[in-house]
Structure formats: C-alpha cells, structure tokens
C-alpha cells in the first residue's frame, strides 16, 4: 500500500500540548479522517480531557470533514478551539 503525508496545524493552545505548531503524519493512502484523530488523541490525551467533544473543531483543506472521510498525499487538516 502507498504512504502518504498528512500535515496537520494546531492553534496555540493545543501546541502547548503537542509541543508543535504542525506535524506530519505518514498514512496509508485512502486512511479515514478518524484514524488521523484516534492517532492524535492516543498519542495526545491530554487534548479529550481538556476538550471534550463539542469543543474541537477541524477542517480538511479548508472545508469540513464529511463523516469517514479517506485522506490523500498532501492533505491538510488544521484544528480549532
């Protein structure tokens, strides 16, 4: 299977978390969207006991997600508070 780079862009507040503005992330291509957030969330868990649902929000070059949707090479996801 192809691997593909996702970038990912956080706000202030969530880098003080991650400890990055941005990341790349190395997927499998077709990988859904959930899979980059379980990824997140498992590496940061922090985020869902600071913000719990309701509270994040995220867009998927520059629009928002629809359900499962796939990710491609060079994507770009950037969250929001």
Known sequence: MKSIN???KFPLTLESITGQSEMKLILNDGAP??????????SYPEIR??????ELAF????????GNESLYDGDQVVFYI
């Open 59 to 66: 867009t998927l070059n520059n629009r928002r997600p629809i």
């Open 33 to 42: 969207f959930v899979f980059l957030l379980h990824s997140i969330f498992t």
């Open 6 to 8: 996702v970038f990912v």
């Open 49 to 54: 006991k600071r913000y719990p649902p309701g």
